[in-house]
């Protein structure tokens, strides 16, 4: 594929996630491809995902855990089999009903017409701090020793 067909089919994949289809999605990736996304014990979507089932769960959980108010594609790069793309998201977590904003790079690796790895880049400390349950015991003891 040409840089440029690459870069098509990436904004294509995320016209497909904007409108719900993750089926469609996945069919732009092999089926050994690679989700790579930052660790973390807070984030229940967090780390690695090998082959479209795994990719698949990826997205269970997201749409489990937290609701795109806004996901924003802004700028794409693409040079030979590499597209990157930066964008915007604010986010809101289901589970602490919390919202945080987020600035995203993605690097995605084509190979053979679909894409084989997705590095994913994004501000875990917001999302952490949006999914962290509050931690109210030690604030409910320092307002106790001063009253």
Same mark, same amino acid.
């Given at each position: 594929?040409?840089?440029?067909?690459?870069?098509?089919?990436?904004?294509?994949?995320?016209?497909?996630?904007?409108?719900?289809?993750?089926?469609?999605?996945?069919?732009?990736?092999?089926?050994?491809?690679?989700?790579?996304?930052?660790?973390?014990?807070?984030?229940?979507?967090?780390?690695?995902?090998?082959?479209?089932?795994?990719? #698949? *769960?990826?997205?269970?959980?997201? @749409?489990? /855990? !937290?609701?795109?108010?806004? &996901?924003? =594609?802004?700028?794409?790069?693409?040079?030979?089999?590499?597209?990157?793309?930066?964008?915007?998201?604010?986010?809101?977590?289901?589970?602490?009903?919390?919202?945080?904003?987020?600035?995203?790079?993605?690097?995605?690796?084509?190979?053979?017409?679909?894409? #084989? *790895?997705?590095?994913?880049?994004? @501000?875990? /400390? !917001?999302?952490?701090?949006? &999914?962290? =349950?509050?931690?109210?015991?030690?604030?409910?003891?320092?307002?106790?020793?001063?009253?």
């Amino acid at each position: 594929m040409s840089t440029q067909e690459n870069k098509q089919l990436v904004i294509e994949g995320y016209r497909l996630f904007q409108r719900g289809e993750i089926g469609k999605l996945l069919e732009l990736y092999h089926d050994d491809a690679e989700w790579i996304g930052p660790e973390s014990e807070f984030l229940p979507f967090a780390g690695a995902y090998h082959g479209k089932a795994e990719i #698949a *769960r990826f997205f269970t959980k997201l @749409d489990a /855990a !937290a609701h795109a108010n806004r &996901f924003e =594609p802004a700028e794409f790069l693409a040079v030979d089999d590499k597209v990157v793309v930066t964008g915007q998201a604010s986010w809101l977590a289901k589970p602490t009903g919390r919202s945080y904003d987020s600035a995203w790079v993605h690097v995605f690796t084509l190979r053979d017409n679909k894409v #084989a *790895r997705l590095d994913i880049h994004y @501000d875990t /400390a !917001a999302a952490e701090k949006a &999914f962290r =349950p509050e931690q109210t015991g030690q604030a409910s003891v320092a307002a106790q020793l001063h009253h």
